[in-house]
Protein backbone atom coordinates (compact mmCIF):
# COMPACT_ATOMS: atom_id res chain seq x y z
CA UNK A 1 0.00 0.00 0.00
CA UNK A 2 1.06 3.51 -0.71
CA UNK A 3 2.55 5.34 2.42
CA UNK A 4 0.97 8.87 2.57
CA UNK A 5 2.03 12.16 4.89
CA UNK A 6 0.62 14.96 5.30
CA UNK A 7 1.68 18.33 6.93
CA UNK A 8 0.57 20.08 9.55
CA UNK A 9 -1.15 17.23 11.49
CA UNK A 10 -3.04 19.87 13.12
CA UNK A 11 -3.48 23.76 13.67
CA UNK A 12 -5.63 26.35 14.92
CA UNK A 13 -6.09 29.50 12.80
CA UNK A 14 -7.32 32.83 12.84
CA UNK A 15 -10.47 33.82 10.74
CA UNK A 16 -9.68 35.58 7.36
CA UNK A 17 -6.20 33.37 7.31
CA UNK A 18 -5.19 30.83 4.63
CA UNK A 19 -3.40 27.75 5.33
CA UNK A 20 -1.44 25.23 2.93
CA UNK A 21 -1.58 21.54 3.64
CA UNK A 22 0.72 19.70 2.09
CA UNK A 23 0.26 15.82 0.90
CA UNK A 24 3.10 13.57 -0.05
CA UNK A 25 2.92 9.79 -0.95
CA UNK A 26 6.51 7.92 -1.01
CA UNK A 27 5.59 6.66 -5.02
CA UNK A 28 4.15 7.92 -8.19
CA UNK A 29 0.22 7.28 -8.20
CA UNK A 30 -2.50 8.35 -11.15
CA UNK A 31 -4.84 9.78 -8.64
CA UNK A 32 -5.03 12.14 -6.28
CA UNK A 33 -7.85 13.42 -4.01
CA UNK A 34 -8.57 15.88 -1.30
CA UNK A 35 -11.66 15.05 1.56
CA UNK A 36 -13.22 17.27 4.02
CA UNK A 37 -14.70 15.83 6.57
CA UNK A 38 -16.75 18.14 9.24
CA UNK A 39 -16.66 17.44 12.82
CA UNK A 40 -18.93 14.34 13.36
CA UNK A 41 -19.54 13.78 9.55
CA UNK A 42 -18.69 11.42 6.83
CA UNK A 43 -16.24 12.55 3.85
CA UNK A 44 -16.86 15.11 1.09
CA UNK A 45 -14.49 14.75 -1.85
CA UNK A 46 -13.36 18.76 -2.18
CA UNK A 47 -11.49 17.49 -5.69
CA UNK A 48 -8.80 15.92 -7.72
CA UNK A 49 -5.72 17.23 -8.12
CA UNK A 50 -4.70 16.85 -12.08
CA UNK A 51 -1.08 17.10 -12.09
CA UNK A 52 0.16 19.73 -14.33
CA UNK A 53 -3.55 21.32 -14.81
CA UNK A 54 -6.02 22.71 -12.82
CA UNK A 55 -8.29 20.61 -10.18
CA UNK A 56 -11.17 19.29 -10.72
CA UNK A 57 -13.81 20.72 -8.60
CA UNK A 58 -17.37 18.93 -7.39
CA UNK A 59 -20.48 20.55 -6.45
CA UNK A 60 -20.58 23.20 -3.79
CA UNK A 61 -16.68 23.82 -3.76
CA UNK A 62 -14.29 26.59 -5.89
CA UNK A 63 -10.92 27.18 -6.37
CA UNK A 64 -11.04 30.39 -5.39
CA UNK A 65 -11.17 29.04 -1.51
CA UNK A 66 -9.93 25.93 -1.94
CA UNK A 67 -7.30 26.05 -4.73
CA UNK A 68 -5.54 22.84 -5.46
CA UNK A 69 -1.52 22.32 -7.04
CA UNK A 70 0.05 19.50 -8.07
CA UNK A 71 3.07 19.75 -9.69
CA UNK A 72 4.00 15.89 -9.42
CA UNK A 73 3.10 12.61 -9.92
CA UNK A 74 3.68 12.04 -5.65
CA UNK A 75 2.69 16.01 -4.20
CA UNK A 76 0.09 17.90 -3.58
CA UNK A 77 -1.08 21.13 -1.54
CA UNK A 78 -4.71 22.17 -0.42
CA UNK A 79 -4.93 25.79 0.43
CA UNK A 80 -7.87 26.93 2.69
CA UNK A 81 -8.54 30.02 2.08
CA UNK A 82 -9.87 33.18 4.15
CA UNK A 83 -10.70 30.91 6.60
CA UNK A 84 -14.24 30.81 8.83
CA UNK A 85 -15.17 28.83 11.76
CA UNK A 86 -17.07 26.56 9.11
CA UNK A 87 -14.22 25.29 7.76
CA UNK A 88 -12.90 23.62 10.85
CA UNK A 89 -12.53 19.92 9.70
CA UNK A 90 -10.37 17.44 8.96
CA UNK A 91 -8.55 17.58 5.32
CA UNK A 92 -7.62 14.12 3.83
CA UNK A 93 -5.61 13.50 0.81
CA UNK A 94 -6.32 9.64 -0.75
CA UNK A 95 -4.45 8.31 -3.79
CA UNK A 96 -5.46 5.71 -6.53
CA UNK A 97 -3.54 4.27 -9.62
CA UNK A 98 -0.49 3.46 -7.74
CA UNK A 99 -0.06 -0.52 -5.94
CA UNK A 100 -3.38 -1.70 -6.34
CA UNK A 101 -5.21 0.07 -8.87
CA UNK A 102 -8.92 0.25 -7.61
CA UNK A 103 -8.03 0.87 -4.18
CA UNK A 104 -7.62 4.51 -2.71
CA UNK A 105 -5.25 5.34 0.41
CA UNK A 106 -5.78 7.45 2.48
CA UNK A 107 -3.66 9.98 4.34
CA UNK A 108 -3.38 10.86 8.07
CA UNK A 109 -5.27 13.63 7.71
CA UNK A 110 -5.02 17.65 9.05
CA UNK A 111 -7.38 18.46 11.72
CA UNK A 112 -8.47 22.32 11.24
CA UNK A 113 -9.87 24.28 13.80
CA UNK A 114 -10.55 28.12 13.30
CA UNK A 115 -11.38 30.93 15.57
CA UNK B 1 -28.63 11.63 -1.42
CA UNK B 2 -25.75 10.42 -3.11
CA UNK B 3 -24.32 9.31 0.30
CA UNK B 4 -25.14 5.54 1.37
CA UNK B 5 -26.51 4.97 4.56
CA UNK B 6 -25.14 3.02 7.08
CA UNK B 7 -26.62 1.70 9.84
CA UNK B 8 -26.81 1.25 12.66
CA UNK B 9 -25.49 4.44 13.25
CA UNK B 10 -23.73 3.21 16.43
CA UNK B 11 -22.94 -0.10 17.64
CA UNK B 12 -21.83 -1.10 21.64
CA UNK B 13 -21.34 -4.68 22.41
CA UNK B 14 -18.98 -6.62 24.31
CA UNK B 15 -15.61 -8.06 23.59
CA UNK B 16 -16.00 -11.44 21.92
CA UNK B 17 -19.30 -10.49 20.01
CA UNK B 18 -19.63 -10.01 16.40
CA UNK B 19 -20.79 -6.70 15.10
CA UNK B 20 -22.52 -6.30 11.93
CA UNK B 21 -22.63 -2.86 9.97
CA UNK B 22 -24.94 -2.37 6.77
CA UNK B 23 -24.34 -0.63 3.67
CA UNK B 24 -26.82 0.71 1.53
CA UNK B 25 -27.00 2.25 -1.97
CA UNK B 26 -28.66 3.97 -5.15
CA UNK B 27 -27.14 3.34 -8.15
CA UNK B 28 -24.89 0.65 -9.84
CA UNK B 29 -21.16 -0.15 -8.61
CA UNK B 30 -17.44 -1.08 -9.86
CA UNK B 31 -16.78 -1.36 -6.56
CA UNK B 32 -17.23 -0.96 -2.78
CA UNK B 33 -14.55 -0.59 -0.19
CA UNK B 34 -14.64 -0.33 3.65
CA UNK B 35 -12.70 1.80 5.84
CA UNK B 36 -12.00 2.39 9.89
CA UNK B 37 -10.97 5.68 11.08
CA UNK B 38 -9.91 5.94 14.69
CA UNK B 39 -10.57 8.89 16.87
CA UNK B 40 -10.84 11.38 13.63
CA UNK B 41 -7.19 10.59 12.38
CA UNK B 42 -6.96 9.11 8.67
CA UNK B 43 -8.66 6.16 7.10
CA UNK B 44 -7.36 2.25 7.00
CA UNK B 45 -8.33 0.06 4.57
CA UNK B 46 -9.93 -2.73 5.33
CA UNK B 47 -11.43 -4.43 2.09
CA UNK B 48 -12.27 -4.02 -1.67
CA UNK B 49 -14.98 -5.51 -3.27
CA UNK B 50 -15.83 -6.19 -6.75
CA UNK B 51 -19.07 -5.69 -8.20
CA UNK B 52 -19.07 -9.71 -9.47
CA UNK B 53 -17.80 -10.40 -6.41
CA UNK B 54 -20.25 -11.74 -3.42
CA UNK B 55 -18.45 -11.88 -0.43
CA UNK B 56 -14.15 -11.52 0.85
CA UNK B 57 -12.78 -12.37 3.86
CA UNK B 58 -9.84 -10.54 5.60
CA UNK B 59 -8.52 -12.35 9.25
CA UNK B 60 -11.47 -11.56 11.95
CA UNK B 61 -13.27 -9.60 8.86
CA UNK B 62 -15.91 -10.73 6.19
CA UNK B 63 -17.28 -8.39 3.65
CA UNK B 64 -20.62 -9.21 1.67
CA UNK B 65 -22.13 -7.84 -1.22
CA UNK B 66 -25.77 -8.12 -2.80
CA UNK B 67 -25.71 -5.93 -5.62
CA UNK B 68 -29.43 -6.75 -6.53
CA UNK B 69 -30.75 -5.70 -3.05
CA UNK B 70 -27.49 -2.89 -3.50
CA UNK B 71 -26.40 -3.77 -0.15
CA UNK B 72 -22.90 -4.94 1.21
CA UNK B 73 -22.53 -5.97 5.05
CA UNK B 74 -19.07 -5.64 7.13
CA UNK B 75 -19.24 -8.39 9.85
CA UNK B 76 -16.26 -8.23 12.57
CA UNK B 77 -16.13 -11.51 14.32
CA UNK B 78 -14.56 -11.75 17.78
CA UNK B 79 -14.54 -8.31 18.27
CA UNK B 80 -11.92 -6.47 20.44
CA UNK B 81 -11.67 -3.30 22.29
CA UNK B 82 -9.06 -2.34 19.90
CA UNK B 83 -11.53 -2.50 16.86
CA UNK B 84 -13.64 0.55 19.08
CA UNK B 85 -13.40 3.23 15.64
CA UNK B 86 -15.65 4.62 13.00
CA UNK B 87 -16.74 2.19 9.89
CA UNK B 88 -17.74 3.44 7.11
CA UNK B 89 -18.48 2.03 3.43
CA UNK B 90 -17.23 3.63 0.20
CA UNK B 91 -18.55 2.79 -3.32
CA UNK B 92 -17.23 3.80 -6.91
CA UNK B 93 -19.74 4.25 -9.12
CA UNK B 94 -19.67 3.08 -12.39
CA UNK B 95 -19.17 6.30 -14.21
CA UNK B 96 -15.47 5.57 -15.31
CA UNK B 97 -14.19 8.42 -12.81
CA UNK B 98 -12.42 7.27 -9.34
CA UNK B 99 -15.07 8.95 -7.16
CA UNK B 100 -15.46 7.51 -4.07
CA UNK B 101 -19.01 8.38 -2.16
CA UNK B 102 -18.98 7.71 1.50
CA UNK B 103 -21.45 6.40 3.46
CA UNK B 104 -22.82 7.89 6.66
CA UNK B 105 -20.78 5.90 8.86
CA UNK B 106 -21.02 3.02 11.91
CA UNK B 107 -19.44 4.01 15.17
CA UNK B 108 -18.73 1.00 17.06
CA UNK B 109 -17.81 0.84 20.56
CA UNK B 110 -16.38 -2.45 21.88
CA UNK B 111 -16.43 -2.91 26.04
CA UNK B 112 -13.65 -4.99 27.62
Known amino acids: SAVISQKPSRDICQRGTSLTIQCQVD?????MFWYRQQPGQSLTLIAT?????????ESGFVIDKFPISRPNLTFSTLTVSNMSPEDSSIYLC????????????FGPGTRLTVL | SQQGEEDPQALSIQEGENATMNCSYK?????LQWYRQNSGRGLVHLIL?????REKHSGRLRVTLDTSKKSSSLLITASRAADTASYFC????????????FGTGTRLLVSP
Open chain 1, 94 to 105: SVAGGIGTDTQY
Open chain 2, 27 to 31: TSINN
Open chain 2, 49 to 53: IRSNE
Open chain 2, 90 to 101: ARLPNTGFQKLV
Open chain 1, 27 to 31: SQVTM
Open chain 1, 49 to 57: ANQGSEATY
